[in-house]
């Protein structure tokens, strides 16, 4: 079993200092620092150690890097000190495992003397719909789960509420700061008050009964490597209303669904498609019924094996191509047939 190198450091700090020297380049330099000072494996180690979190310095001499995705690299996002780790552990790396399609291929593209030893390794659905569970479908609740960092978008998807009297929004995840506080204050608004709710954290079981009640899923994200809400969605077989970026456009392609797509910093686009999305609910649901089959197929313990190929890929030397995932192979053949 390859050793694993933790990340928690960087939370801690975040909480604890104020919020314009938490997000400054000097405080990100310093995170650095401490996180390689404090990293448990010697440079010279020869364990194969994963480093499931892209932005923490891979100092193992034979590290497997998960690389979540390359938004710091975008203009609307960039983040220079996040930028020198990726890039840094992209170099060092024994091999890279990018989990969803639009990451793997933008990695491929900016980082292309790393194709030879880059993976795709898709993850199951997190959350996804239990043998047992009913549904009682309120027609007019709509769900959105995810934390309220910025590039989540709620703020977009309260706005389109505004033009969607009738219809009731549930927002559960972490509450993120300084935008949670932004979106309950607007939620407790006139038009709002008795409609939109961010309840926080929700446990596994009330989460469940929000997907069993939910008429649809509606994802305003501006960017993600993959949205859990789509697969949960999907896993639900509920229609799903979301931002038209080209990572929901490759996740949707991926799992063979449908989805109704808005222009993501319009309200006016995502109230619109969320009245055609229900006006025709029963084919998009069709549509994540069908996905959500083939998602069924990953399980954790497929992804613990196709890991586990990489390891012993890197542990052997690096000899012949780096291992692939067959699901991805079969799911990008599922796609071009389509």
Known sequence: MPAIAHHGLGGQLRR???APVASSRLARRTLTALRSHFNPVATDDSTVTLYPFHQVPARAHRSVVTLHDLRPF???FRAPAYMEVIRSNIARAAALVVSWPHPYEQTLQMFPE?????ALIPLPAFHGRPAHAETQTDPRLLLYPSSTAAHKNHRTLLDAMSLLPEFRLVCPG???EPYASVLLARAAQDDMRGRVTFPGFVPTDDLEQLFARAAAVVVPSMWEAASGAVFEAFSWGLPVACADVAPLRAQVAFAGGD????EPTNPESVAAAVRRLLADRGRYAAASRQAGRRLSTRTWSDTARDYAAVFGWVADG???PVPQSSFAAQAAGRGRAS
Request: proline share 10%; glycine share 4%; aromatic share 10%.
């Open 16 to 18: 604890a200092l104020p």
């Open 74 to 76: 975008l203009r609307e």
């Open 114 to 118: 790393a194709r030879a030893k880059t």
């Open 174 to 176: 972490p509450l993120a």
């Open 259 to 262: 989805a109704c797509f808005f």
């Open 318 to 320: 690096c000899r012949g």
